[in-house]
């Protein structure tokens, strides 16, 4: 058998094709997806893992709202509210000794952000602005006619302009309306339990009272409750 020169060798092994190296544009490429295959089961775990917390903490925030309305006998009473609108701050003075438990529910509401994104639903000029009530314009549109009734008749028991009230009507899922008189009413208890005295803001008051409204009494620009804060002292 002939023997192969060693050059022989040399040449043969030069014509012999080496592994083909990976390119670095291709690397890069390769990194980017990896990476993105990451991110994207990561985000896919932690959506699923918030979704999942939701209903407990959306059942957590519920029981706690009933508790807090429940237990009010634990509730301290403040001397003064603070309701902040989109027009202005109206401070107001609370009554606890007539509706001691309408005012317990008042704070109540108050601590747990219930008038927050509340809206004045309800405007009428010379009679009430009602802020978070209920959508029925029948009640309202009764308490006008009975207050046109009424203004020609002796006031002297009237409620007086500027107080803060709630309307007797019970509300499903513990909601809670404001009202504030801008005119002396007559015979107001029949309809409004009143807890409170506007002591600064009537400005606000009057310029929510001038606001446009349509034949339902309702503001064609919302005016929103932006919260409401209690306080010992001002």
């Not at 500027?162 to 513990?174: A, Q, Y």
């Not at 009272?209 to 409750?225: F, G």
Request: hydrophobic content about 35%; overall charge positive; glycine content about 8%.
């Amino acid at each position: 058998m002939a023997r192969i020169k060693p050059q022989t060798l040399l040449q043969q092994s030069k014509k012999k094709k080496g592994p083909s190296r990976i390119s670095v544009a291709t690397t890069a490429i390769y990194g980017i997806v990896v990476v993105g295959m990451v991110l994207f089961i990561f985000a896919t775990c932690r959506y699923w893992s918030r979704r999942s917390k939701l209903p407990m903490e959306d059942a957590l925030s519920a029981v706690e709202r009933d508790n807090a309305f429940g237990d009010t006998k634990k509730v301290d009473i403040p001397k003064y509210a603070v309701i902040s609108t989109s027009k202005g701050l109206i401070t107001v003075e609370i009554y606890n000794e007539g509706s001691p438990e309408v005012v317990k529910q008042f704070v109540v509401s108050c601590l747990t952000g219930r008038f927050k994104g509340m809206f004045f639903n309800r405007v009428i000029k010379n009679f009430v602005i009602q802020g978070g009530g209920d959508d029925n314009a029948g009640t309202i549109e009764d308490w006008t006619l009975k207050g046109k009734h009424y203004s020609h008749l002796d006031t002297s028991l009237k409620h007086e302009a500027f107080m803060l009230g709630t309307s007797k009507t019970k509300h499903d899922g513990g909601r809670f309306d404001l009202l504030i008189t801008t005119a002396p009413i007559p015979d107001l208890n029949e309809k409004v339990n009143v807890f409170g005295r506007v002591i600064k803001g009537e400005d606000v008051v009057q310029e929510i009272e001038e606001v446009d409204t349509d034949e339902h009494y309702r503001p064609k620009q919302p005016i929103a409750i932006i919260e409401v804060t209690i306080k010992q002292k001002i």
